[in-house]
Nanobody
Framework: QVQLVESGGGSVQAGGSLRLSCVAS????????MGWFRQTPGKEREGVAV????????TYADSVKGRFTISQDNANTTLYLHMNSLKPEDSAMYYC???????????????????WGQGTQVTVSS
C-alpha cells in the first residue's frame, strides 16, 4: 500500500523554523519528482517546492525562496522541507506528494501529483 506520511508541523512564532518530513512507503518505483504543497481553508492548494529526484533540481514558489529548502535523504525514502524565517502567511496544512512512475517533468503544479499524504499543520503566530 502506497503511503506518504508527513510530520514535523507545529506552532511557532514569526521568525522561527520548522522541519517537515515525509516518509514514503509501499512504492514499487522510485518517484522522479516529489514536492511540498500547502493549503488554507477556502483557498486552492499551492505549490511550495518540488525536487527532481534524479538530478536534484529544485523549484520554489516565489513566496518561500531564500527561506525554505527542499531535500531528500540518500535512500530517497524521506522528503524534507526546512522552513526558516517563518511568517504568519506561511500558516497552512502542508502536504507532500509524488508523481506517477515515469513522469518526465517536475513542475510546481499539484495537478500532476497523484499520491498525497494526509498533511501536517503549520501555524505561525505574529
Amino acid at each position: 500500500q502506497v503511503q506518504l506520511v508527513e510530520s514535523g508541523g507545529g506552532s511557532v512564532q514569526a521568525g522561527g523554523s520548522l522541519r517537515l518530513s515525509c516518509v514514503a512507503s509501499g512504492f514499487t518505483y522510485s518517484s522522479p519528482c516529489m514536492g511540498w504543497f500547502r493549503q488554507t481553508p477556502g483557498k486552492e492548494r499551492e505549490g511550495v517546492a518540488v525536487i527532481d529526484i534524479a538530478g536534484g533540481r529544485t523549484t520554489y514558489a516565489d513566496s518561500v525562496k531564500g527561506r525554505f529548502t527542499i531535500s531528500q535523504d540518500n535512500a530517497n525514502t524521506t522528503l524534507y522541507l526546512h522552513m526558516n524565517s517563518l511568517k504568519p502567511e506561511d500558516s497552512a496544512m502542508y502536504y507532500c506528494a509524488t508523481v506517477r512512475r515515469g513522469y518526465s517533468f517536475c513542475p510546481l503544479f499539484s495537478g500532476v501529483f497523484i499520491y498525497w499524504g494526509q498533511g501536517t499543520q503549520v501555524t505561525v503566530s505574529s
